[in-house]
């Protein structure tokens, strides 16, 4: 492959994935939610545990200053609680409300709506190729760090 040919496949990948994000962006509007928010609504909505701000922030890939304003939007929008660590009262560990998991479900179906159509005229056996491919390349820049 010749490095245009790099150059195109990466520029194309890299489209691929703002283009995505921004769809589903764009279609969780409705719900009230920006990217960063809806981000940290399943991310909270995966973890079979309460994390603390700290461990929420690492998980989502922000800084902890960051994390603090989203999450006082979506406390403001009555989606989270803060609520007091038992061993640790300096802590806070951070929990969905009920109403949280309305929205998640929400988010779940929009999500997968734009997979269908995302995915649509793809084989299994495309999509387990290119994930193969995918795997290679995070590899291959994972021995860089």
Known sequence: MSMYEQH???MQLA???RAWRAELDRRLAEL???QARWLVLLHLARN???PTQGELACSV???NPTLARLLDALEAQQLIERQPDQNDRRVNKIALTESALA???DIESIAAALRAEVFAGLSEQDIEHCQQIQS???A???KNT
Do not use: K, P, Y
Request: aromatic share 4%; no cysteine.
């Open 8 to 10: 195109r496949f990466g």
């Open 15 to 17: 489209h691929l994935s």
């Open 32 to 34: 009230g939610l920006s």
């Open 48 to 50: 079979s545990e309460r």
């Open 61 to 63: 890939g922000v800084e």
């Open 103 to 105: 929205v998640i479900e």
């Open 136 to 138: 290679h390349m995070l």
């Open 140 to 142: 291959n820049l994972e």
